[in-house]
């Protein structure tokens, strides 16, 4: 991935870094059974690996790294967090969703299989993703563990991204107009829940009591918006190509975003804003807190 | 319900109470929102309350009881199952899938809803199973909480339940045609799992270590697989007033089943032998485990 210009090479190492090391989790979680079963692992394995960004597990392990932890055990969690994205991608991606023919640059899943298999791949996956967090293997610490999965499942659920996804059907299907603030909250559960729980469940990791954890929320809410503006954006002047999906549908659906309510130009300004205003959130942290800080700003800066 | 015949009373009322209860869990964490959200939510009560036999929070409750575990926390986590149990069916009735219109005496959710609200609403309740299961007040005992995720977990996911319906999907689709120790093999990953975790995470709710538990795992695959036969019994005989959904379905697919392979005065003799076999693993026990022998009955003589 070329983010040369960001952060030189740092953050484009560490995005390929554990972009290879999901890649690694998922493979060895999914091998493929000798039974008439081979066509569901197939079809999660062709969803989850080799695809993707993978911002949310590298948010998890930063967050981790920061705090000491083992970065198998954070892989782990990272790439249960990219289960439950990459779940909601495929169902997202349905015809009676929002019919999608292309994601990370290739077939969907119900294209290159059928939606039968798309559904239950992506039902599979979700159930992987809790797997993977009460394995002790993740965590010798049932507490921690517990705390990771009721991070995730609140995150995931009615309370987070499949609420925020209702909440974004609604308005396409019912026209309902959302103001600024209703689609900020909706963004806030349909993309910033995940992002903060990766954020979060690397502090749960490294052992940081809740009370410990309110200037990294902050900094997630920050980033959550900002991504979620930077997508927007990437809607409107994006290149599909480097997106890898298609592009320029909520103009056709006439969708409330949020640069159709503030401009490309303020929403630009904006995202920045949250940007700064997430890394100052970092201020008490030393360099450790650099592959942060770095995220932050490819979350705005980047093409795709 | 009219279980008269099998065990008197008691066990109707058992599953009476229980499906009381399961409402009233369901309900308490399916408050409708405010926001646009509420069409999700409306749409996981539609198809979580007030339906289904509650056959798996009864196991999960009557084994838990065996142990003198508190009723609540029995109940939280058998509505967990439950809810895995929702969420499957859901998503198993869509048009992609089996393309049912009927369940439990009424429109099945994609009917009264649309597709991509069944889609979601099976995604919110998947996720609730394993929020209600992470949150403390299920059992103060983290490692307790940790084992009741990994056991739903597995049993739901791809070496479960979704693991199993992709079998029965390849055979419906490529026409592989199953023997009858391969059909043993799907059931007991699609019907089978759930079961046998209902019995296994009632016993993990009494802190019964893995060893102590051998003898009710023989029991919940013993009545897992009597279950799955008499269900291919009724699909053949039963009335669907009574079931509640569509039957006459395996033979109009050409589908292997226990009945198609054994013939049904064969397969009724094995769901018999089974449900006896399952009950001579419960000798260790008194009167506490009559419940679950009552139980063992009902699933082969039950008319729905």
Chains 1, 2 share one sequence.
Do not use: W
Request: charged letters at 25%.
């Amino acid at each position: 991935m070329n983010v040369v210009g960001i952060d030189g090479d740092v953050l484009g190492d560490a995005l390929a870094r554990v972009q290879r090391d999901v890649d690694s989790v998922f493979d060895a979680f999914l091998p493929v059974p000798g039974d008439t079963r081979a066509r569901l692992i197939e079809a999660m394995r062709y969803a989850a690996i080799g695809g993707g960004k993978r911002v949310r597990p590298l948010l998890l392990v930063s967050t981790a790294e920061m705090f000491g932890v083992d970065r198998d055990a954070a892989l782990r969690a990272g790439t249960a967090v990219e289960a439950i994205h990459c779940y909601s991608l495929i169902h997202d991606d349905l015809p009676c969703m929002d019919d999608d023919d292309l994601r990370h640059g290739k077939a969907t899943l119900h294209k290159t299989y059928d939606e039968a298999t798309a559904v239950l791949a992506g039902d599979a996956l979700h159930a992987l993703a809790f797997e993977i967090l009460a394995d002790p293997e993740t965590s010798p610490d049932p507490f921690t563990r517990s705390e990771l999965i009721q991070t995730l499942g609140q995150a995931s659920g009615m309370n987070g991204m499949a609420g925020g996804q209702m909440m974004d059907m609604v308005a396409d299907e019912e026209g309902v107009e959302y103001d600024l603030s209703a689609v900020t909250r909706l963004q806030q559960l349909k993309t910033g829940a995940l992002l903060a729980a990766s954020v979060e469940m690397g502090a749960i990791l490294g052992h940081i009591p809740p009370e410990g954890r309110s200037h990294l929320r902050a900094y997630a809410r920050d980033i959550g918006l900002a991504f979620q503006i930077a997508d927007d954006l990437l809607d409107v002047s994006g290149d599909e190509g480097k997106a890898g999906k298609a592009l320029r549908k909520d103009a056709g659906q006439g969708k409330q975003t949020f640069v159709t309510l503030m401009g490309a130009d303020k929403a630009r300004e904006q995202a920045r804003a949250l940007i700064d205003q997430a890394i100052a959130h970092l201020g008490s942290h030393g360099r450790e807190a650099d592959t942060l800080r770095a995220l932050a700003r490819f979350i705005v800066e980047r093409d795709r």
